[in-house]
């Protein structure tokens, strides 16, 4: 098999090596984290499900972006949409109209969400719902499994042991820099297993704040252990515990759905696994779903992908 010549694209990371820490802004998107040598560290343009390096190569995005290309790249709708905003500005001292009626979106089809705050990423969600937490409960440890970052609280977990995280997701994470306080902070359990959870949560009765996992991200969660019916599931003993539970579900929010008909509240993960965070207010009377707005309804040809 004869490799792709990738030559640009490695001269190019050379030089961004000596002006970029770690030579790209993004650690997902390093190259040693791929094939290097193989995998080519800069493509310059996609189209559909297709992208391109800076030596002509062209490749299938399994990756999808890194998660959130669920339509494909340069996809019309979504472009032209873009350039007409663009048109009109895309920085503006005040809000948009638009904020609200994504909210409103989010809501109708998101089947736990009361509310919508919008985040530039993951982490920063993350850090905000820890602190949101933290401050509801009055308390400071947070029970975790999986991947949620390079923010303060997540990497504490390895301020006891530097290999506590090595099994989520990503190994070696440094924590130079991390306060010492934290320590003891951040606990972990392994994901599918209720019996980690619940000796984390004995571990430190009284003492947890909430519990964050992603719903699934290789391994679809066994029986029982995200459905709220279940006795024994991760909701139930965050019920037990008075912690907040709460998952990090882009991925699987906008894929694992067994329907290609869009449905108010009833998107991705949360179709698969209907759950609603235990918690003392009641639970929302289902609303009235609102129309898609023009620019994002779906055509028939791509139902399946539009949540």
């Not at 094939?35 to 493509?43: F, I, K, Q, W």
């Not at 959130?68 to 472009?79: D, E, S």
Request: net charge positive.
């Amino acid at each position: 098999m004869d490799l792709p010549d990738i030559s640009q694209s490695l001269a190019l990371y050379e030089r961004a090596l000596q002006i970029i820490p770690g030579g790209t802004q993004l650690f997902s998107r390093r190259p040693e984290r791929f094939a290097p040598g193989v995998c080519p560290p800069y493509v310059t343009h996609g189209l559909g499900t297709r992208v391109w390096d800076l030596d002509g190569n062209e490749y299938i995005d399994f990756l999808c972006g890194v998660g959130p290309v669920i339509l494909g790249h340069a996809y019309p709708r979504v472009t032209e949409a873009v350039i007409a905003q663009l048109r009109k500005g895309s920085a503006f001292p005040v809000n948009h109209p638009v904020e609200v009626e994504l909210a409103e979106l989010l809501i109708d089809t998101v089947p736990c969400a009361e509310m919508v705050r919008l985040c530039k990423a993951g982490g920063t969600a993350d850090e905000i719902a820890v602190r949101i937490a933290r401050g509801h409960t009055g308390r400071d440890r947070v029970v975790f499994c999986g991947y949620h970052g390079w923010h303060d609280w997540y990497l504490a977990a390895n301020l006891a042991d530097d290999a506590t995280l090595d099994g989520h997701l990503l190994p070696g994470l440094d924590i130079r820099g991390v306060p010492q306080g934290l320590r003891g902070t951040a606990i972990p359990f392994r994901y599918n297993d209720l019996e980690s959870l619940r000796a984390a949560l004995q571990a430190h009765r009284g003492e947890v704040a909430a519990i964050i996992m992603e719903a699934s991200r290789t391994d679809l969660p066994a029986p029982g252990f995200l459905t709220r019916s279940s006795p024994a599931s991760a909701w139930r003993w965050a019920g037990r515990r008075s912690a907040t539970a709460w998952f990090q579900t882009w991925r699987p929010s906008a894929r694992p759905c067994p329907t290609a008909t869009p449905s108010p509240r009833s998107a991705g993960s949360a179709r698969l696994w209907p759950t609603r965070p235990p918690c003392s207010s009641p639970a929302p009377t289902t609303p009235t779903p609102r129309a898609w707005p023009p620019r994002l309804r779906p055509s028939p040809n791509c139902a399946s992908a539009t949540r």
